[in-house]
């Protein structure tokens, strides 16, 4: 029987609640950990694009190094922990790394390709049951989703992946990254979700490798037609305009180079120990390996999130940064440096403020 006394409050009420102190006393509320490099999957967009065996001469965390990491993370306040890679499920140890991350009772998400779950994998996921899973489809049909992989059979293994998380009842969602080599397959990717009964969503935002390739970029949508999927979609189209409505005010003038919440509350650490503001942004890095998370954390990343921005860089004050997504992560992809404005970046900005009168309000 449930407490009377003591309410209940829902995912998105306990986090505007606890956002305004977060920020105030930047504690490092979520955080991202990648287990590996490698995949089983060739992925033609893949942003990792290190061969996709890991980098020559480095050694990925051992377990003992992670679970001293993430002792340290806990002890500072994180309590969503993303787990990816690469793909997490080549890692031998993966089930100790998983158990003693829910052990340390972080809420985690894992994202995985599905094609390694097998029902022993399963079966310690519903033991140990995530806060959330997600798994990329990269097609709707065994055609299309082995031209974006490169890997025969893969499809079939995804979809073996997905029965075997949903006959155990797990949190599983759906996603995809919209590119040219899938958007024909769009709709049928999302019914396909949805005749499951499960969340879907999607990202058309494809970016250069870690290692500098630029081959992905060649299988960005055109602008005109990111707008126009959004716009074919009630629920991210409403976004849009809820979010126009709030920002019809908005005049930025950003003072530091980062404005978002990497270094806020925020934070990713990379296969080898290298401790980031996010994903994205792994430019000026701290090395766990040779000093402890909370150095990492209260020192190195409070300066790097603080320093700031060129005047003459005017993406920081433009009324429509916030359709945008222009960030320094996306800059030192883009251009090796973290404030260059992404020229794609911006023409989709534009399409979506005249799609949805954005400058007009």
Known sequence: MDCPYIPSVGLSQFTDRIGPAVDRQRIPIA???ETNFRCNLRCRHCYVAHGHTGIPGRQELSLAEIRRIL????????????????EPLLRPDFADIYRGIKRKGFLVTLFTNGTLVTPRTADLLAEWRPFNLEITLYGASQATYEQVTGVPGSYARCRRGIELLMERG????????????????????????????LRFRYDPMVN?????????????????????IERSNEDVRKDWERLRDVYRDYRPNVRHMYSCGAGLRSFHIDPYGQLS???????????????????GWGDHLYRVRHQPSRQEYGCSQCKLMIVCGQCP???????????????YLCQVAHERAQAYEWLST
Not at 71 to 86: F, N, Q
Not at 187 to 196: R, V
Not at 287 to 295: M, P
């Open 277 to 295: 503001l996010c994903m994205m942004s792994r430019q000026e890095n701290y090395d766990l390996r040779q000093g402890s998370f909370r150095e």
């Open 31 to 33: 955080g991202s950990l």
């Open 208 to 228: 250069a490798g870690l290692d500098g390739s630029r081959g992905p970029l060649d299988l960005r949508l055109p602008p005109q037609r990111i707008v126009q």
């Open 329 to 343: 992560g996306w800059s030192a992809l883009e251009h090796g440096e973290p404030q260059k404005k992404v020229h």
């Open 71 to 86: 002792g340290e993370v806990a002890d500072a306040g994180t309590l969503w922990l993303l787990l990816t890679g690469g």
């Open 170 to 197: 797990l949190p599983l969602r759906l996603k995809t990254v919209l590119m040219t080599l899938n958007q024909h397959e769009f709709e049928e990717m999302q019914g396909f979700a949805e005749g499951l009964g």
